[in-house]
Nanobody
Framework: QVQLVESGGGLVQAGGSLRLTCAASGRTFSPYAMGWFRQAPGKEREFVAAIGRRGGYTYYADSMEGRFAISRDNAKNTMYLQMNSLKPEDTAVYYC?????????????????WGQGTQVTVSS
């Protein structure tokens, strides 16, 4: 199994920045794609960003393009989500995940391991 723990969430004003960290333990995730999802109260879980197995390829949901940046450090078994120009609609619980069966999927069903989530709240 892979254990994932998110950190770095908190309260920030609109226009501010946060960096989320996903720390992995257990089996290495270096060969696998990883992603970030988020879920706001009363809404479905939403794809945020994904990163390829070596970190060379990334893609983003349209609403995050240009504001968020996903990265990973396989030597440290760590993934990051840099969030800039935050908006109130970015408020959600953010989850990191690992996929062992697909390359940079944007569907939650394609991910095998999940963290517990970290709360991001953006005030207006």
């Amino acid at each position: 199994q892979v254990q994932l723990v998110e950190s770095g969430g908190g309260l920030v004003q609109a226009g501010g920045s946060l960096r989320l960290t996903c720390a992995a333990s257990g089996r290495t995730f270096s060969p696998y794609a990883m992603g970030w999802f988020r879920q706001a109260p009363g809404k479905e879980r939403e794809f945020v960003a994904a990163i390829g197995r070596r970190g060379g390829y990334t893609y983003y949901a349209d609403s995050m393009e240009g504001r968020f940046a996903i990265s990973r450090d396989n030597a440290k078994n760590t993934m990051y989500l840099q969030m800039n120009s935050l908006k109130p609609e970015d408020t959600a619980v953010y989850y990191c995940a690992v996929s062992t069966v697909a390359y940079m999927p944007n569907e939650s069903s394609k991910y095998d391991y999940w963290g517990q989530g970290t709360q991001v709240t953006v005030s207006s």
